[in-house]
């Protein structure tokens, strides 16, 4: 691990303090989860007070691990040493940024490559999977005691944001931070099923839906489907639960374009883009007043479905017969 990072005063502000508030990214995502709660369950390990001040919901699927005790809603009353995980920014803490801004014994975890400096110490590796790889790189150059529960934890931060290891994120030195906290024996199997081969009654009714509604294009290249507002009421659900069906869309051999359009109210239609290879969707996007990036793009369009995959499907074509 390189040596810019100064850990002897990292670990004397954790050894003087008693009282620690964490905080993470608003809307928090496994590794936000992850890290945040395995510092605290560290630091609790340690005989502190430890716990992380969440700046929004923790959805229900995370409370498979323990968390209930260790997270709070409500704004820190009394600490001597805050720490930041998973956050580019201060504005990402949310509510919380107003303690950073008045209080200076601080420190920051982090690993996006826009990350700002807001704390006192800022640990930052943008070649790092994710915040939980990172920290596990610093527990164990500090030599601090991990167990079952915190191995467990920095688990769902790696398992999330490499996209159960698939993603480009994902290193020979990732594997092998995996491979150590897979020695603390806790039931990766049940963990990975819970957490990456899951979903919900809707959305798999949903994916049934947009199935049946596939179009292909352009000798298979292309792939559009609908939800239409009817569909979403007749499972009493919203575009939330369309959550990674455009994935299966784009999935199909050939398929190289995948869109998914969900009437989200009446007459209102969301659109996801996909792309597999190198035609950049964020330029189909923005044909209709959207954006994104070259893999993964989104608009919203209005009007008469037939209409919209027609307009769709041209931007599309324009951009195929390019390559
Ligand atoms: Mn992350």
């Keep these: 691990m390189s040596n810019k990072y100064d850990f002897c005063k990292f670990k004397e502000m954790i050894s003087n303090a008693n009282n620690i508030a964490i905080f993470t990214h608003i809307l928090p995502d496994g590794d936000a989860i992850g890290s945040s709660c395995a510092i605290a369950t560290m630091l609790r390990n340690m005989g502190k007070n430890a716990y992380v001040y969440m700046p929004s919901k923790v959805l229900d699927e995370y409370y498979y691990l323990n968390i209930e005790n260790i997270i709070r809603y409500e704004f820190p009353k009394e600490y001597d040493l805050i720490i930041a995980t998973d956050c580019a920014d201060i504005d990402r803490i949310g509510d919380y940024s107003s303690v950073f801004k008045n209080f200076t014994n601080s420190i920051a975890i982090d690993h996006h490559k826009t990350f700002q400096n807001f704390a006192n110490i800022n640990f930052v590796s943008s070649q790092s999977s994710s915040a939980c790889e990172f920290l596990f790189d610093i527990m164990n150059e500090c030599g601090y005691e991990i167990n079952k529960e915190i191995a467990e934890f920095l688990y769902l931060g790696i398992l999330r944001d490499t996209g159960g290891f698939m993603h480009d994120c994902t290193t020979p030195h990732t594997l092998r931070v995996v491979a150590n906290l897979l020695e603390y024996e806790f039931d990766a199997e049940n963990f990975n099923r819970h957490f990456m081969m899951r979903i919900s009654f809707k959305n798999a009714m949903l994916l049934k839906t947009a199935l049946n509604n596939l179009q292909l294009f352009n000798d298979g290249k292309i ?31 050939k398929v190289e374009i995948a869109v998914l359009i969900t009437e989200s109210t009446c007459g209102v ?19 209709f007043g959207g954006g994104g990036h070259c893999k993964a793009s989104g608009c919203q369009m209005y009007g008469k479905i037939e209409k919209i995959v027609g307009a769709v499907k041209k931007s599309i074509e324009k951009r195929l017969i390019k390559e």
Excluded: M, P
């Excluded at 792939?223 to 990674?244: M, Q, R, V």
């Excluded at 969301?270 to 964020?282: I, W």
């Design 223 to 253: 792939a559009i489907s609908t939800i239409s507002n009817k569909d979403l009421k007749n499972y009493n659900a919203n575009i939330d639960d369309t959550g990674g069906l455009i994935s299966h869309i784009l999935s199909i051999d």
């Design 269 to 287: 239609h969301k659109l996801s883009l996909r792309s597999k290879y190198d035609v950049d969707v964020s330029d189909i996007a923005k044909d």
